[in-house]
T-cell receptor
Framework: GQQLNQSPQSMFIQEGEDVSMNCTSS?????WLWYKQDPGEGPVLLIA???AGELTSNGRLTAQFGTTRKDSFLNISASIPSDVGIYFC?????????????WGAGTKLIIKP | DTEVTQTPKHLVMGMTNKKSLKCEQH?????MYWYKQKAKKPPELMFV???????INESVPSRFSPECPNSSLLNLHLHALQPEDSALYLC?????????????FGPGTRLTVL
C-alpha cells in the first residue's frame, strides 16, 4: 500500500529550540496536511498545503509542500512545553474514484526537563 | 462552528454487547469518516460517507456497521466485538471528499472490549 516516510520518529529537545520534521513519498500528492495529536485526543489540523512549492505559516509553525509534490516539511520555532505531542503528516491522493489520506507514522516531540 | 463532536468519550463493552458511537458536525460538510487508531500509530481509515452514501469500506469486519442518518450525523454500530477491537475511534468530516479537502477530527471515543 501507499506509505509516507516520516522522520524523525521522535525528538528530544530543549525548550526554546527550533524543530524540524519531514515526510517523503514515492507518490505525488494533491494536498499535504500536518496534524498534532495530544494523548487521548483527536488530531488537530495545523497547516494545509495545496500547491507545489507552497510555504505556509501558522504562528511559530511553518510548512512547505515540496516542488516535486512528493515531500513536505514542518518547522516549529522556539519550542514551548505545549508543543509536546505527536505530529502526523498526511498526503491526499486519488485512489479509484475517491480521495484518501495517507499518513506518516508520526513524530513524537518530547521536551527535556 | 468548526467542531466535530463524538459521544461517548469512553466506552467499555463485553463481547456480546451491542453499542453505538455517535458523531456530529455542523460545518455543512458532506463527507464524514470513521477511523480506528491504535496506540502510537496513525489513524486507519474504516469508512467514508460522501453525500450520505457509503463510498469507502476498507474491508472492515461486519461487526462494525456504519450509518449516516443525515448530513450532520454519523453513527458506528458495534456488535460482537473482539478484545483486539479496543482502540480510539475517530470521526472526521470534510467539505466534500474532494481533492483539496481538509479533514477535521473529533476528540474520539476510547473503546475497551473485555
Amino acid at each position: 500500500g501507499q506509505q509516507l516516510n516520516q522522520s524523525p520518529q521522535s525528538m528530544f529537545i530543549q525548550e526554546g529550540e527550533d524543530v524540524s520534521m519531514n515526510c517523503t513519498s514515492s507518490s505525488i500528492f494533491n494536498t499535504w496536511l500536518w496534524y498534532k495529536q495530544d494523548p487521548g485526543e483527536g488530531p488537530v489540523l495545523l497547516i494545509a498545503l495545496y500547491k507545489a512549492g507552497e510555504l505556509t505559516s501558522n504562528g511559530r509553525l511553518t510548512a512547505q509542500f515540496g516542488t516535486t509534490r512528493k515531500d513536505s516539511f514542518l518547522n516549529i520555532s522556539a519550542s514551548i512545553p505545549s508543543d509536546v505531542g505527536i505530529y502526523f503528516c498526511a498526503g491526499q491522493l486519488r485512489m479509484d474514484s475517491n480521495y484518501q489520506l495517507i499518513w506518516g507514522a508520526g513524530t513524537k516531540l518530547i521536551i527535556k526537563p | 462552528d468548526t467542531e466535530v463532536t463524538q459521544t461517548p468519550k469512553h466506552l467499555v463493552m463485553g463481547m456480546t454487547n451491542k453499542k453505538s458511537l455517535k458523531c456530529e458536525q455542523h460545518m455543512g460538510h458532506r463527507a464524514m469518516y470513521w477511523y480506528k487508531q491504535k496506540a502510537k500509530k496513525p489513524p486507519e481509515l474504516m469508512f467514508v460517507y460522501s453525500y450520505e452514501k457509503l463510498s469507502i469500506n476498507e474491508s472492515v469486519p461486519s461487526r462494525f456497521s456504519p450509518e449516516c442518518p443525515n448530513s450532520s450525523l454519523l453513527n458506528l454500530h458495534l456488535h460482537a466485538l473482539q478484545p483486539e477491537d479496543s482502540a480510539l475511534y475517530l470521526c472526521a468530516s470534510s467539505q466534500s471528499g474532494g481533492p483539496v479537502d481538509e479533514q477535521f477530527f473529533g476528540p474520539g471515543t476510547r473503546l475497551t472490549v473485555l
